[in-house]
């Protein structure tokens, strides 16, 4: 089974608009971690925003914010007021808590949204 | 403030030559992790290494790959024999703590391009 799922290869949003990027990840464990990553056609990996398995409140960044329903075990990018410059990949990413020497440390990936923002 | 930096960026290899890859974490990192992008994909983990062990090789290819993180110098991922389908960019991370904490935040290098011809 697939740990991390994006369902949305492409997405296109006007600038200045907000876009929400669909996460979905599966775990058995309690603790763990979200992470979202940046991908732009350079070719490097930015990382954008993390969220925690406990952590109460969604996570922010700036523009960026995380729609974390843990029930649902989905973690949602919100990027708010698009800019032509967010046009790039991106992925979300997992690390699980698990017990010592076990997945702990590796990041699970999804495969990726491409979006583009039109003026 | 160096990132994490590896080299060469890209590398092109004719079929059954070796390639090395190098990664030099960032500094006061001492937890390293490769990854591997196939095109149109998300990145897959192949390895995650402290300063001379290699503590999960569970994601690398059992044959024609090694990787090696030693006392003094950089990460080498190491394919040797190199088939097409090696072709791939491989991006390197760096963390302060590795396995210790869930909130420990990787941060990669440019990646490396390997065009195996």
């Known amino acids: 089974a697939q740990k991390i799922t994006q369902t949305q290869p492409g997405m296109f949003v006007q600038e200045k608009e907000a876009v929400t990027l669909d996460c979905t990840y599966d775990t058995s464990d309690q603790s763990y971690g979200l992470f979202w990553y940046k991908q732009p056609s350079s070719g490097e990996m930015i990382f954008l925003i993390y969220q925690g398995s406990y952590d109460e409140q969604n996570a922010t960044e700036g523009r960026y914010s995380l729609n974390f329903q843990k029930a649902r075990k989905s973690a949602n990018l919100v990027i708010s007021a698009s800019q032509l410059g967010d046009s790039a990949m991106y992925f979300c990413a997992m690390r699980e808590g698990g017990v010592r020497g076990s997945t702990l440390g590796r990041l699970y990936f999804g495969r990726g949204t491409q979006l583009t923002v039109w003026p | 403030n160096a990132g994490v930096m590896q080299n060469p960026r890209h590398l092109v290899r004719r079929r059954g030559q070796e390639a090395r890859l190098r990664c030099s974490p960032m500094?006061?990192?001492?937890?390293v992790y490769w990854y591997r992008q196939l095109p149109e994909e998300g990145l897959k983990f192949m390895v995650y290494?402290?300063?001379?062990?290699?503590i999960d090789e569970s994601g690398m290819p059992k044959e024609r790959f090694s990787a090696e993180f030693p006392k003094e110098g950089p990460s080498i991922l190491r394919i040797q024999q190199v088939v097409r389908g090696d072709s791939a960019a491989y991006f390197c991370?760096?963390?302060?703590w590795g396995a210790g904490a869930t909130s420990d935040e990787q941060f990669f290098g440019p990646g490396t391009r390997l065009t195996v011809l």
């Open positions: 991370a760096s963390s302060t």
């Open positions: 500094k006061g990192h001492s937890h």
């Open positions: 290494l402290q300063k001379e062990n290699i």
